[in-house]
């Protein structure tokens, strides 16, 4: 897995952190470690046997070749949830104003560990437990926000927050509005959310899909440690309501992050791959699938460009502009379901605007129209899987 | 319960000193960072050893704490056999029958006399100029001027209002002119709104008073949160939110007066049961004894009051925000009245409730009467007064209208500011598109101006 991120070109901290190009221009194909893209099962001790092609949520050790140069690169190692963590802490520091409420996140330290050990250090009032009512905690944090705190409500899976989704809809996103600007409500929402190992239909939820329409408020999507905690601390600084959505597969992710401070922006695409045949956009845990697929594009000698779109609303139509304009194809790859999905207002988005530069129809690979089936193999096809991304860049680059 | 609270009457200071050690104070609070402010009871694991009884076999001590056994095997009433009492001071007639209450100055009393019957006219005349098709809509709070000036008075402006919508009086104790509410109703370049939401959706931070939103009672947990953040900072002073009968059916008074009280927020959560909600009697909305009953339920001191007793209302609030800020607690207000106007302009009540029930409130329970009385029987108010009064509030109010009327309307770029802090790529997209449009066929647009 480290291997896999190291791939995708931000794993070196060493250097600056604007300049996205100069770490791209260390990522080289060459040295990437060999993973087999076929369908060799890889045996799970806990679960038997089961397909290649999936994000392993245990971090791997790193390989011999990059154990030594782990050594000397600055930087510290963790995971994604502890960079959530990290990136919440540092701002709680920074602003008293910081506060997190939800269900368990207090003496329990988080259903995915994010807000450990916070409640000991900055005490019951500042990491709130409460009973079980989104609606209500959701309402409490605009409220909160109204009268000068800085409020992050967590979710305890992003499916709950359908329960808040008045608060959200029809207060969050409106109050600023409604009220001439009189009132701001500078909260953030997160929780984890998308298809995980067989949580149920229940606890497998994509709200993206659900909350894009909602006027007023900020959609991020975080993917890497590194980019969980820069949007962590850009949405808890923004004055606008942001909902940062995380997927319950990827906080296990280990990476290599700066240690000085650093602030991602709220509306900026990542470039995960820059390519000349095709652009794949994506996001969350798909990104994983994309770079999965790519490996074997690259060895059948395509030239995928990646972008990990990250702000879900509003779109980077600049970073996305530009990959359209030069590579004229593009794919969507997304865990949304097919209808009315982020893909779906992405697909009209780019149509509109770039038209003229697209060779052929946009792609848009999602996850089937049906609630997430409990079973294994029928959940693993129900989401985007790298074989069918490799079919459609095939298919396109025709 | 009602001899709980005259406790607290009869030493109007005292009560100060009564806080509750066992819960976190807010008077006790340092602003230390990473010092850890842990509740007492998350010590829990460590007391261990009270997990024996002791050798009593009459009680086990239960998560939640010892409870007696009872060899009887007894369900508790589902409706009791009298109704909780209601406080009051004034009897109809105006004359005091209580010696409990908050004695207020000349000053005050007539401030809250004049409020309420520019209040009354505002509503009067509003309505009015919704029927002619000057405003689109209008809520009055016609038989509620006790709750809403009385409450108000008894406040101070650092306490954060949450209203539902029929607390307009509220905002005008505050110094909300009827200028700044016809601007809000017409919608006008005056609202500090910018013309953003229905006729009678005011808001003001100056005035501590939270932009009015349709959804019910979804304010009763943004009033626990912003009491919450208050406790955060140390501060002297509450948050209170109103609601109706018909809102305390929803989820969120639920959960909003339960958070109230886990979280130990110092929030004064005001029903106002009018007995209808709409076309909804309370008959159809709830089956326990109102809403006072429920305090208990969730943890959370309650009383009962008459709605239209203007001095009951003010004792009633000025004792439970003492208690809210010493102590840092919820308390739960409810104040009967009946709703003698109807729900809105968009409602004609006489279709689902009798007129002759209507006009017997509006005749003989006035609290806008009942007050005056009282404030006649102590010198404090005159007839003449009373006819200069209504006569000038009359003429400021059509003034307001008429005034208005005609400053025009927000400029269209007001359509897309707001929605965030800065206006997105998408939106400035959006209002160029918009502009275009406009220019292109100014004729279709005559009064659009940008």
């Given at each position: 897995m480290a291997a896999m991120l190291r791939s995708v070109g931000v794993a070196s901290a060493s250097f600056p952190l604007a300049d996205h190009s100069n770490k791209l221009s260390t990522f080289s194909v060459c040295s990437l470690p060999v993973i087999r893209s076929e369908r060799s099962p890889i045996s799970d001790p806990i679960r038997g046997t089961r397909m290649t092609g999936?994000?392993?949520?245990?971090a791997v050790a790193a390989q011999a070749e990059n154990a030594a140069s782990a050594a000397s690169k600055p930087g510290h190692e963790l995971l994604l949830f502890e960079a959530l963590r990290e990136g919440l802490e540092e701002e709680m520091d920074r602003d008293p104003r910081v506060c997190v409420m939800g269900e368990d996140v207090g003496h329990y330290g988080g259903s995915y560990k994010v807000t450990k050990g916070l409640a000991d250090k900055y005490g019951d009032l500042r990491v709130l437990d409460t009973p079980i009512a989104e609606n209500s905690f959701t309402g409490m944090a605009v409220g909160a926000a109204m009268t000068g705190l800085r409020p992050i409500v967590e979710g305890m899976n992003m499916g709950f927050l359908l329960l808040a989704f008045n608060q959200i809809s029809?207060?969050?996103?409106?109050l600023h509005y409604t009220s001439g600007g009189q009132f701001t409500i500078p909260t953030v929402i997160r929780g984890p959310g998308g298809v995980g190992r067989q949580l149920g239909a229940e606890h497998s939820q994509r709200l993206e899909s659900y909350f894009?329409?909602?006027?007023g408020i900020q959609m991020v999507a975080c993917s890497t440690p590194y980019n969980a905690k820069g949007l962590m601390k850009a949405a808890i600084r923004s004055e606008n309501p942001v909902v940062l959505f995380e997927h319950v597969l990827l906080y296990n992710l280990k990476e290599r992050i700066p240690d000085e401070e650093y602030v991602l922006s709220l509306e900026e695409a990542e470039m995960v791959r820059p390519g000349e045949h095709v652009t794949i956009l994506t996001y969350s845990r798909m990104r994983y699938h994309v770079m999965q697929a790519a490996k074997t594009l690259v060895n059948k000698g395509y030239d995928p460009e990646v972008i990990d779109i990250r702000s879900l609303k509003p779109f980077d139509l600049y970073t996305i502009g530009n990959s359209v304009k030069k590579t004229h194809r593009v794919i969507i790859v997304e865990?949304?379901?097919?209808?009315?999905?982020i893909g779906a207002s992405l697909t009209a988005a780019i149509n509109e605007n770039f038209h003229d530069y697209l060779d052929a129809p946009i792609v848009c690979l999602s996850s089937q129209d049906v609630p997430t089936p409990y079973a294994g193999t029928l959940e693993e096809w129900t989401v985007v899987q790298p074989a069918q991304i490799v079919a459609a860049v095939e298919q396109i680059c025709q | 319960m009602a001899l709980h609270f005259s406790k607290y009457l009869k030493q109007k200071m005292g009560y100060l000193g009564m806080i509750n050690l066992r819960s976190w104070s807010c008077c006790f609070y340092q602003k230390q960072p990473y010092l850890s402010r842990r509740f007492e009871s998350f010590k829990a694991d460590k007391q261990l050893g009270s997990l024996h009884n002791g050798g009593d076999p009459q009680v086990m001590n239960f998560p939640g704490g010892i409870v007696k056994f009872t060899p009887e095997l007894k369900f508790l009433s589902d409706t009791p056999e009298e109704r909780i009492h209601c406080y009051r001071?004034?009897?109809?007639?105006?004359?005091?029958?209580?010696?409990n209450f908050v004695q207020i100055d000349k000053d005050i009393a007539v401030k809250m006399y004049k409020d309420m019957v520019t209040l009354q006219t505002m509503d009067t005349i509003f309505y009015d100029a919704q029927r002619q098709g000057r405003i689109s809509f209008y809520v009055t709070a016609i038989g509620e001027e006790a709750i809403n000036i009385g409450s108000a008075a008894a406040l101070g402006m650092d306490d954060l209002v949450f209203p539902q919508y029929r607390e307009a009086g509220v905002l005008l104790w505050r110094g909300f002119t009827l200028q700044d509410f016809a601007n809000q109703c017409f919608g006008n370049k005056g609202d500090n709104g910018k013309g953003r939401q229905m006729p009678a959706h005011y808001g003001s931070n100056k005035h501590n008073y939270i932009t009015i939103a349709s959804t019910v009672a979804t304010q009763i947990p943004h009033a626990v949160g912003a009491a919450y953040s208050l406790k955060m900072d140390g501060r002297e002073a509450c948050t209170i939110t109103y609601f109706g009968d018909g809102g305390t059916s929803t989820g969120d008074f639920h959960a909003g007066l339960n958070f109230a009280a886990v979280m130990e927020a110092p929030v004064i959560l005001f029903c106002?049961?009018?007995?209808?909600a709409i076309s909804t009697p309370v008959s159809d909305q709830f089956r326990s004894d109102g809403i006072v009953v429920r305090g208990q339920a969730y943890g959370v001191r309650s009383i009962r009051v008459d709605g239209n007793d203007a001095l009951a209302v003010f004792t009633a609030v000025h004792v439970a925000r003492k208690m809210a800020i010493s102590e840092c607690r919820p308390v739960l207000i409810e104040a009967l009245t009946y709703r003698a106007g109807h729900h809105s302009t968009s409602d004609d009540s006489s279709k689902y409730r009798p007129i002759e029930e209507i006009e017997w409130w509006r005749a003989t329970q006035d609290p806008v009467a009942r007050f005056r009385k009282w404030l006649e029987g102590q010198g404090w108010w005159t007839t003449p007064s009373e006819i200069e009064l209504r006569d000038h509030a009359r003429r400021e109010v059509l003034h307001a209208i008429q005034v208005a009327e005609t400053v025009e309307k927000p400029s269209l770029k007001e359509i897309f500011t707001d929605v965030y802090d800065v206006p997105p790529s998408n939106l400035c997209d959006q209002e160029k598109s918009l502009r275009k449009t406009v220019e292109r066929h100014p004729q279709d647009y005559p009064h659009f101006l940008f």
């Open positions: 999936k994000v392993i949520t245990k029809d207060n969050c996103g409106m894009q329409s909602i006027p865990e949304c379901m097919r209808t009315g999905g | 001071v004034l009897d109809d007639s105006g004359q005091p029958v209580s010696s106002r049961n009018n007995g209808w």
